[in-house]
Nanobody, 129 residues
Framework: QVQPVESGGGLVQAGGSLRLSCAASGRTFSSYAMGWFRQAPGTEREFVAAISWNGGTTYYRDSVKGRFTISRDNAKNAVYLQMNSFKPEDTAVYYC??????????????????????WGQGTQVTVSS
């Protein structure tokens, strides 16, 4: 069993920055893709970004491209989401997820929550305008 644990959420002004961290243990962390999803009140959980097992491939939803950066440190069993230039619509609970495979053939596959095996409890990010 794997339990990813997110940290780094909080209240930030529009245009500001935050870095989320996710620590995962109990599995061969470096063998699997990792992802970030988010869910705003009254909406479905949506894909934000993902990264392949070795960090060589990254995937982003269009609305965060150029603003968010996903990275990982396999030596620390950690994945990060650097978020810049916040917009109010970025307000959501952000979830870290452990992939079921080392990488994804395309962003379409990375988008699918069913392709992730374990989920964290989430961390709240609130953007004030």
């Amino acid at each position: 069993q794997v339990q990813p644990v997110e940290s780094g959420g909080g209240l930030v002004q529009a245009g500001g920055s935050l870095r989320l961290s996710c620590a995962a243990s109990g599995r061969t962390f470096s063998s699997y893709a990792m992802g970030w999803f988010r869910q705003a009140p009254g909406t479905e959980r949506e894909f934000v970004a993902a990264i392949s097992w070795n960090g060589g491939t990254t995937y982003y939803r269009d609305s965060v491209k150029g603003r968010f950066t996903i990275s990982r440190d396999n030596a620390k069993n950690a994945v990060y989401l650097q978020m810049n230039s916040f917009k109010p619509e970025d307000t959501a609970v952000y979830y870290c997820a452990v992939g079921a495979t080392p990488t994804y053939a395309s962003t379409t596959y990375a988008f699918n929550p069913a392709r992730y095996a374990y989920w964290g409890q989430g961390t709240q990010v609130t953007v004030s305008s």
